[in-house]
């Protein structure tokens, strides 16, 4: 199905089953603990072995050799393979780091041995027997020193986020040096990791030159190709499968060690492996969030409008890897006739950098919401209303190019009026409850919204059952309810009645989830599905489909009426197709905003940060399930608060890797940290975005909370601090007097 046009009345509009709070379909599985994960598919293939990874020990040079003659000697080892039995394998789509293969370092903790045994205990205790004789080099580790050679580079997320190296409109150096108030100001953000529940995982097994990999991945159609790419083996060798994934955030879009490593180990045991990567692995071997050093200057007239406006960002990465792009919202948040973005990477040789939840939007508007609380205090304008101020309805670089629909400035007031921001003191440090000095802060929220082909099939049975198939994936978001409600409104039945079958490369392949992308995009490719469905349905019924209904299991013309399942009494009807898109989105700029709403305490003597409440209004198109989607929203607004008070990679910048590489280490929010969160959704649709008038706000969640807290903390202490995370140490020497 072609999507060319904004889209008209459809069955979507009815709303019966769609756009209602719901349950989650793969709830009761998980909470009793019968949703298998990748490394619990016990039952897939007989006589699993344990494999188990080494990672390199340093973070540059090369390995001159590995003794593994002790490890092959210990207890129940079936097989070994290091990186110097083949030569280095290629890269993945996605990849900058080799996963494995070669003699070459590039960074701490890279694949370079797994070990197969019986059990997991003894794969372990064989690995930690291997002798590595290691050539180390020198390394560049710390991004503040190698920042100021670093390169003009573009950049792209995959994700709906990117630019050139400098991206310019009008006269920036112009217009802001003329500007009456000017504001400059650098912020940093640090390394931070997924930290998801689940590992990387795999299960991997060969039946003659065929591959099938049980694995925890995003992405299922990508992890194909990279599969096929990396190994070498035609991709139609290969099958993947993930219908549970305990999250992901960005960590499982691309293919890791564990699944190459997993295939590999199966070929040279002669048997199904399975292995999962250990906390350590989670973080150094696989991929994390990059920091940035970022710089933000604003030039304005008195009366608070935004004449000249820049973002400049600079990040790190491998050789062949991307920037963060955390300038890009800049381009599209606000208005001002003179703008400039650009980007810098510098070559650092750490784990890989690449996504994670809203890449480049979420430490971009970290920094990015501080500088417009600032610029708003020194103008002496409410900080929403300065925002509100410098609203646009049109892209500011492309004026020409009005938004599908924006509604930031509908976010901002009922968040203010929700919220009791007309309460607020804008004095800093005036608010006191016991030992706590109390701040309220807040800060716009902004993701784009990404268009991408999706497929489906959907089959109507003879015993009226509605299945769909799709390689969708649910990494905890709520796929299996959200498309269950699509073709329960497009086939007219109630949600028992549809079977919904996911993450398997054998069924059409959809956009996957990622990028806030998933759900609108994979919801239209079942929609397209279901309308060939439905005309194959009224062909088989002798209806005209033109005029035909289906409601309440049954399929109407006129006054002739017949049940849902009479079509299927002969034979199954299957209806398979893809959601394609056209220029809609070039045409018009399609994205989503927030309101964030903070309130902190700070404690007078300690300085130990507690957040009180927190609100997000948000315009996200309609919304398919308010109830999945309020948990991606407060899901997104703790992790703003793990990047706004706790959360980073502390870098060895000695030896090249994170030191706090587990979950003891390396902290992020619990239930004791996160008080109660209230969501709102403006009631609105975008036919712009496709026939379900859908966008996303998976990530949108997480954009400017960081920013919103860190205001917080400013009204409620008069300390201002532009390097996150905003710890105690930071805050500590430049509290107020405690009276």
């Known amino acids: 199905m072609k999507f060319d046009q904004p889209a008209g009345q459809n069955p979507i509009d009815q709303m019966k089953v769609v756009g209602k709070a719901t349950d989650r379909i793969d709830g009761k599985f998980k909470t009793t603990g019968t949703a298998p994960y990748a490394y619990e598919r016990h039952d897939v293939a007989a006589n699993q072995a344990y494999g188990y990874v080494l990672g390199a020990g340093i973070a540059k040079g090369r390995i001159r050799a590995i003794d593994t003659v002790a490890a092959k000697r210990s207890p129940g ?136 990999l049980w694995t925890s991945n995003q992405m299922i159609a990508w992890t194909k190709g990279s599969i096929a790419k990396i190994l070498d083996i035609p991709a139609e060798s290969i099958r993947i499968d993930s219908p549970y994934i305990g999250g992901g955030f960005g960590g499982k879009l691309f293919v890791r060690s564990d699944a190459v490593v997993a295939a590999l180990a199966a070929k040279a045991a002669g048997r199904p492996v399975k292995v999962a990567l250990t906390r350590p692995l989670v973080i150094n071997n696989t991929t994390h969030r990059p920091a940035t050093i970022q710089r933000i200057r604003i030039g304005a007239t008195p009366d608070g409008t935004i004449t000249a406006i820049a973002h400049e960002s600079t990040s790190g990465n491998l050789d062949g890897g991307k920037p963060e792009t955390a300038v890009d919202q800049t381009k599209l948040l606000y208005a001002g006739a003179n703008r400039l973005t650009a980007m810098k990477l510098a070559h650092l040789d750490l784990p890989e950098g690449n996504s994670m939840r809203a890449p ?95 497929g489906a099939r959907v089959r109507l049975g003879r015993d009226g059952l509605v299945t769909v198939e799709t390689d969708m994936t649910d990494i905890g978001t709520g796929s299996y309810t959200i498309i269950a409600q699509t073709a329960a409104e497009m086939m007219g039945v109630t949600l028992d009645k549809v079977v919904v079958r996911l993450g398997d490369s054998n069924f059409p392949v959809s956009a996957g989830s990622g990028g806030q992308f998933g759900a609108n995009n994979a919801t239209s490719g079942v929609y397209a599905a279901c309308v060939k469905l439905r005309e194959a349905v009224a062909q088989r019924l ?112 000695r030896r090249g890797f994170f030191v706090n590489h587990d979950l003891a ?75």
């Open 77 to 212: 080892v079936v097989a070994i393979v290091t990186t110097l039995d083949m030569p280095k394998l290629g890269l993945g789509k996605m990849n900058a780091a080799n996963l494995f293969g070669g003699a070459e370092i590039q960074h701490y903790h890279q694949a370079i041995a797994v070990v197969v045994a019986e059990t997991f205990e003894q794969a372990r205790a064989a690995a930690f027997l291997i002798k590595v004789d290691y050539a180390r080099a020198a390394g560049k580790f710390d991004l503040a020193a190698e920042a100021g050679g670093a390169k003009p580079v573009p950049g792209d997320s995959g994700e709906g986020s990117g630019g050139g190296s400098e991206d310019r409109r009008g006269d920036f150096e112009g217009a802001f040096a003329a500007a009456p108030v000017k504001f400059d100001q650098t912020y940093t953000t640090p390394d931070e990791s997924h930290a998801m529940m689940e590992p990387h995982a795999t299960i991997a097994a060969w039946e003659g030159d065929k591959l099938t």
């Open 360 to 454: 480049g939007e979420a430490p971009g508007l970290m920094a990015l919401e501080i500088a417009m609380d600032e610029m708003a205090e020194k103008l002496g304008l409410d900080p929403v209303a300065f925002r509100i101020r410098n609203d646009t309805q049109v892209d500011p670089g492309h004026p020409e190019r009005p938004f599908s629909h924006r509604n930031l400035v509908g976010c901002l007031k009922l968040g203010a009026e929700k919220f009791g921001w007309d309460k607020r003191n804008a004095k800093p440090g005036q608010v006191r409850d016991g030992r706590w000095l109390v701040g309220i802060g807040m800060a716009a929220g902004f993701r784009n919204n990404l268009l991408m082909k999706s």
């Open 542 to 653: 002798g209806f005209n489909s033109a005029d035909v209904l289906f409601e309440d299991g049954n399929v109407r013309s006129g006054n002739r009426t017949e049940t849902l399942g009479k079509a299927a009494s002969d034979g199954d009807l299957v209806g398979e197709d893809s959601i394609e898109y056209g220029d809609l989105a070039k045409k018009q700029q399609q994205s989503t905003f927030a309101g964030h709403f903070v309130e902190v305490g700070v404690d007078v003597d300690t300085a130990e940060v507690r957040v009180r409440r927190m609100l997000a209004v948000c315009a996200a198109g309609r919304i398919l399930n308010p109830k999945s989607a309020r948990s991606q929203v407060i899901g997104g607004m703790t992790m703003g608060v793990g990047g706004a008070l706790m959360e980073e990679l502390a870098v060895d910048t």
């Open 665 to 739: 280490g390396y902290e992020v929010p619990v239930h004791a940290d996160i008080p109660h969160q209230e969501v709102i959704f403006l009631d609105e649709a975008d036919p712009q975005s496709s026939p379900m008038k859908a966008k996303g706000v998976g990530e949108l969640g997480i954009c400017g909370v960081g920013a919103a807290v860190a205001n917080a903390i400013y009204n409620a202490t008069g300390v201002r601090v532009r390097d996150y995370p905003i710890t105690l140490d930071k805050l500590l020497d430049r509290m107020p007097d405690a009276a």
